[in-house]
């Protein structure tokens, strides 16, 4: 609602209210007073006050109704960058160098795309930053990503032989089923990290940090395990036949139960026995032929995991001798922990 503008009072009340120094900046005030009082008794003046607010509710009413126009238009040029990406990405393919895929993989991992199946052989890609990025059956062989921010990421059944991710933070990463066959991994950040069933053999994780990782089922033939933090690491029917591990581990806090190694063919010694006995006491066992670890393998799933592993005991063992499958479960019985 309008209302009338307050009459000003005359010249001579308003003059006489103030100092005379004053009175040439308060005509000023009082002029422009009349003036705006003489415009409001115009009707046209009103009817454009009435215009000027009917067309603040018309601009509304446009803005509201033209906002499925503009999320579209929004969600258009996201899809033209995701595209664009994905070209970068795409066209960099088999060849070596960065080509501008870091910068193009990690805008789609910031805007939460997934990025299964990716093919990032070969490439110079120290440093990504990828964290809980969606990297499943990505094929990733011989990449170099020294260093790379992988927290969280599922990398679940990757392909990264021969990739280099030495120093990578790979805090929580599913790594289930994947493939790192000669991979480095030297002083990488794996802790509470997934890497059931991968393919380990000839990895280099020296220094690595696995504490409370999950190694069940898989195959660290020939690894480099020296000096890594294994506190409460699950190796549950992992396969270590030759793999090499320092004094400086000795895979103190791993869970050991069903753990294949292989004992070296050369005399005992106190240090050797000692260890020899800590693990299977702790349900490692020895079994150096492929036949007799798949009959324990089929032997251990077929009892379950509350019977733990169990401990193989015999001359033969304890001299570095092959031992037949048959020696190894005479009573099926499990191995007391010390």
Same mark, same amino acid.
């Given at each position: 609602?309008?209302?009338?503008?307050?009459?000003?009072?005359?010249?001579?009340?308003?003059?006489?209210?103030?100092?005379?120094?004053?009175?040439?900046?308060?005509?000023?005030?009082?002029?422009?007073?009349?003036?705006?009082?003489?415009?409001?008794?115009?009707?046209?003046?009103?009817?454009?006050?009435?215009?000027?607010?009917?067309?603040?509710?018309?601009?509304?009413?446009?803005?509201?109704?033209?906002?499925?126009?503009?999320?579209?238009?929004?969600?258009?040029?996201?899809?033209?960058?995701?595209?664009?990406?994905?070209?970068?990405?795409?066209?960099?393919?088999?060849?070596?160098?960065?080509?501008?895929?870091?910068?193009?993989?990690?805008?789609?991992?910031?805007?939460?795309?997934?990025?299964?199946?990716?093919?990032?052989?070969?490439?110079?890609?120290?440093?990504?930053?990828?964290?809980?990025?969606?990297?499943?059956?990505?094929?990733?062989?011989?990449?170099?990503?020294?260093?790379?921010? &992988? @927290?969280? $990421?599922? !990398?679940?059944? +990757?392909?990264?032989?021969? %990739?280099? /991710?030495?120093? #990578? *933070?790979? =805090?929580?990463?599913?790594?289930?089923?994947?493939?790192?066959?000669?991979?480095?991994?030297?002083?990488?950040?794996?802790?509470?990290?997934?890497?059931?069933?991968?393919? &380990? @053999?000839? $990895?280099? !994780?020296?220094? +690595?940090?696995?504490?409370? %990782?999950? /190694?069940?089922? #898989? *195959?660290? =033939?020939?690894?480099?395990?020296?000096?890594?933090?294994?506190?409460?690491?699950?190796?549950?029917?992992?396969?270590?036949?030759?793999?090499?591990?320092?004094?400086?581990?000795?895979?103190?806090?791993?869970?050991?139960?069903?753990?294949?190694?292989?004992?070296?063919?050369?005399?005992?010694?106190?240090?050797?026995?000692?260890?020899?006995?800590?693990?299977?006491?702790?349900?490692?066992?020895?079994?150096?032929?492929?036949?007799?670890?798949?009959?324990?393998?089929?032997?251990?799933?077929?009892?379950?995991?509350?019977?733990?592993?169990?401990?193989?005991?015999?001359?033969?063992?304890?001299?570095?001798?092959?031992?037949?499958?048959?020696?190894?479960?005479?009573?099926?019985?499990?191995?007391?922990?010390?």
């Amino acid at each position: 609602m309008l209302h009338a503008q307050k009459r000003p009072q005359p010249w001579s009340v308003t003059r006489a209210r103030w100092k005379a120094w004053q009175r040439p900046f308060i005509a000023f005030e009082w002029l422009t007073e009349w003036v705006v009082y003489g415009l409001d008794r115009w009707a046209f003046v009103k009817l454009l006050n009435v215009l000027g607010s009917f067309s603040l509710i018309v601009a509304a009413v446009a803005y509201c109704r033209g906002g499925p126009a503009r999320r579209q238009a929004q969600e258009d040029a996201v899809k033209a960058k995701h595209y664009q990406a994905w070209q970068v990405i795409n066209t960099a393919q088999g060849r070596g160098g960065n080509g501008g895929r870091r910068d193009a993989l990690k805008e789609l991992n910031d805007d939460g795309v997934e990025l299964n199946g990716v093919n990032i052989v070969g490439a110079w890609l120290p440093g990504l930053a990828l964290p809980m990025g969606k990297l499943r059956v990505a094929i990733a062989d011989s990449a170099r990503l020294e260093g790379a921010d &992988l @927290r969280g $990421a599922d !990398l679940s059944k +990757a392909q990264l032989a021969r %990739a280099r /991710l030495d120093t #990578a *933070d790979l =805090r929580g990463a599913i790594l289930t089923g994947a493939r790192l066959e000669r991979a480095n991994l030297s002083g990488a950040d794996l802790s509470f990290a997934d890497l059931a069933f991968a393919d &380990l @053999r000839g $990895a280099q !994780l020296s220094r +690595a940090n696995l504490s409370h %990782a999950s /190694l069940e089922g #898989a *195959d660290l =033939r020939g690894a480099e395990l020296n000096r890594v933090k294994w506190d409460s690491t699950s190796l549950l029917q992992a396969d270590l036949r030759d793999a090499e591990i320092s004094h400086e581990s000795v895979l103190r806090g791993a869970f050991l139960d069903g753990a294949n190694f292989t004992l070296p063919r050369r005399g005992g010694s106190p240090a050797r026995d000692s260890l020899i006995a800590r693990f299977g006491r702790n349900g490692a066992v020895f079994l150096s032929e492929d036949s007799a670890w798949s009959r324990f393998l089929g032997e251990f799933s077929s009892m379950g995991r509350e019977s733990h592993a169990y401990t193989v005991w015999s001359e033969k063992r304890d001299s570095g001798v092959d031992i037949d499958i048959d020696s190894a479960f005479p009573r099926r019985r499990t191995a007391s922990r010390q």
